[in-house]
């Protein structure tokens, strides 16, 4: 909820000539509501702001003021911040002339149609008063060229199931994460959808990067067109290049380099402090894009708990360039489109802090990652 107060004191103590601010529900019913002044006015360019702001698609509030440099009245954009917590940006408009353009606007309004619409008080061809709108140019969402890659080691193709990230301009002003399984289609009014009827599942929104579930639907195609859309304004297609396999490991550093995520049997992280025993140690390697699984869920949704989703092809796992023994490869129970493969430690290997791994599948191979060995 968003509003205005004619006049105020600043953090500082100064007077200012009204403010713009946001009130926040409770997290839990009957508590307090909290307060957020967005922007003081600090210059008689713009004061004494209309209580009735209006926000639009491209993030931005929109208002008017009874005062201004001219006294008659200015219509104003407050621009949110990129970084949370940082300034907003306030641009005038216009500045009512109290001619043929009159003075005293009143409240803005937003139409269905996407326009702003307000009044003045005086002015306009019979100097009573007229009605005025204010057409939005809202910024063109987009998604780069090569713009959809695995979430795990930012390359392409993506498979179907897997985990992704989409880097392009989505203008959501706040990064926001999805908190409930199954996944929303739709987080902050941004949605992605692939051939334009199959929407993905969300796991974070940002203004430039969206992570998401490539849909299980789209198995079988090497192609599609990915859109995203914000508030029902939609920005050109972007096509995507898919693949049945495209398995790519978690890291550490979440860059697809370095130490994996990758634990032994009591969850520790196969690292240095922690290295791996060659003929004994089992691994868990956390990846993504190893293909379809039997007891498929629906997309969004979690891996089974009960009935284990096991991958219809059992990858090749390396361990410093040696074959290791697979004992399980499927969907990590209770995550959405995160794979595990079990794997055993060769034996004979070499002491080595940053041995290789490698997870391969017919036609496509892993990024390497690397793990401790004693």
Excluded at 142 to 160: H, K, R
Excluded at 163 to 175: K, L
Excluded at 303 to 330: C, E, K, Y
Excluded at 350 to 373: E, L, R
Aim: aromatic share 8%; net charge negative; glycine share 14%.
């Amino acid at each position: 909820m968003y509003g205005a107060s004619a006049s105020g004191v600043s953090s500082s103590g100064a007077q200012t000539y009204g403010s713009v601010w946001s009130l926040t529900p409770p997290a839990a019913a009957g508590g307090p509501w909290a307060e957020n002044t967005l922007y003081s006015f600090t210059e008689p360019s713009v004061s004494s702001p209309i209580v009735g702001l209006s926000a639009a698609g491209d993030g931005a509030l929109y208002g008017t003021a009874y005062t201004g440099s001219t006294g008659c009245g200015t219509l104003f954009s407050l621009t949110p911040p990129s970084t949370p917590g940082a300034a907003w940006t306030e641009t005038t408009l216009h500045n009512f002339t109290c001619g043929i353009d009159g003075g005293g606007p009143d409240a803005l309004v937003m139409g269905s149609d996407g326009v702003l619409y307000g009044t003045v008080t005086a002015g306009g061809a019979g100097g009573n008063g007229y009605v005025f709108s204010l057409k939005l140019t809202v910024p063109q969402l987009s998604i780069n060229p090569g713009g959809l890659v695995t979430a795990a080691s930012y390359t392409s193709p993506v498979a179907p199931g897997s985990i992704a990230s989409v880097f392009g301009d989505f203008f959501v002003s706040t990064p926001v994460s999805a908190t409930g399984l199954p996944l929303p289609s739709s987080v902050s009014g941004l949605s992605l959808q692939f051939d334009s009827s199959t929407s993905a599942p969300l796991f974070f929104v940002s203004g430039g990067q969206v992570n998401l579930q490539v849909p299980w639907e789209l198995a079988g195609q090497s192609r599609a067109n990915l859109t995203a859309t914000l508030n029902g304004q939609t920005g050109a297609a972007q096509t995507v290049n898919l693949a049945p396999f495209a398995p790519a490991i978690f890291t550490m550093n979440a860059q697809g380099s370095g130490q994996g995520a990758i634990l032994d049997a009591s969850n520790r992280l196969a690292d240095s402090s922690n290295p791996a025993t060659p003929g004994s140690t089992v691994l868990q390697i956390f990846c993504t894009g190893l293909g379809p699984v039997t007891s498929q869920p629906p997309t969004g949704s979690p891996a089974p708990l009960t009935s284990l989703a096991h991958t219809t092809t059992t990858p090749t796992v390396t361990i410093a360039g040696v074959p290791a023994d697979v004992s399980f490869s499927g969907l990590a129970p209770g995550y959405v489109g995160l794979y595990q493969v079990n794997a055993q430690v060769p034996p004979g290997l070499a002491a080595n802090a940053s041995a290789p791994v490698v997870i391969s599948m017919p036609g496509a191979t892993s990024n390497t990652v690397t793990i401790a060995v004693e």
